[in-house]
């Protein structure tokens, strides 16, 4: 008699040992004084993960104190809708710790039968007329005096599996450009404009010049 084969929806695989990684997602990596920057942070896997928290470190006096990060989740048993980004805090120049045990396995696992973990997806913000967040999102705002140069953001998710302890992170490398960088494209214009100019206001010598050479073999 042959084993039956395990069912993927069978709500016991969700309390085995789980297993996840940060997924990063950006808006972009070059950025100038003052622009503003948004990175969203997706978990994907499958199994228990418990108090779990997730730890962002970034570079010194870089995001100024209009930054934000928005989590947590809230579940709408009546309509059966989960909604990402209902918690925000201002972010922390020193780094941040943020807690996510809010995110249990009723969470988890709302898309059941599926297997997809609902840290995977965005979802619409509760009341915000079709703006979407991911699970976990941070809204930076470049500082006005950065400096130019190669910065970076840390991401370390610790979680339990249900056996151990368990860590997975992410990093994020974002170029703040300086001016020549900033304005090299109206320079490209403007050396593409004088040049034309140039061109045209040759024309009349250029002109005078084939006259008299026509002059010139005529005799």
């Known amino acids: 008699m042959s084993k039956e084969k395990p069912n993927p929806f ?13 997924i990063l997602r950006s808006t972009r990596s070059v950025v100038d004084p003052s622009d503003k920057l948004t990175l969203e942070l997706y978990i994907s896997g499958f199994g228990s993960m418990q108090f779990s928290k997730l730890v962002f470190f970034h570079s010194a006096d870089v995001f100024d104190s209009s930054s934000e990060v928005l989590y947590g989740p809230e579940y709408d048993v009546k309509n059966k809708m989960l909604y990402w980004g209902v918690k925000k805090a201002p972010i922390d120049p ?3 710790t943020i807690e996510l045990n809010v995110l249990t396995p009723a969470v988890l696992f709302a898309s059941r039968p ?7 997806r965005s979802t619409t913000n509760k009341g915000k007329g079709g703006e979407t967040s991911a699970p976990i999102k ?16 840390h991401f370390i998710l610790t979680y339990f599996d249900g056996e151990k302890w368990s860590t997975t992170s992410t990093r994020f490398q974002f170029s703040i450009r300086n001016l020549l960088e900033q304005y090299a494209p ?34």
């Open 186 to 219: 109206f320079a490209s214009g403007l050396a593409i404009v004088a040049g034309f100019s140039a061109i045209i206001a040759a024309i009349p010598e250029i002109l005078k010049l084939w006259y008299f050479l026509g002059r010139f073999f005529e005799t």
């Open 138 to 153: 941070f809204n930076l705002r470049i500082k006005k005096e950065a400096r130019p140069g190669k910065y970076h953001v």
């Open 114 to 120: 599926s297997l997809q973990v609902t840290t995977e």
């Open 10 to 22: 069978d709500e016991e695989l969700e309390k085995k040992p789980g297993s996840y990684q940060l």
């Open 94 to 96: 020193r780094g941040d």
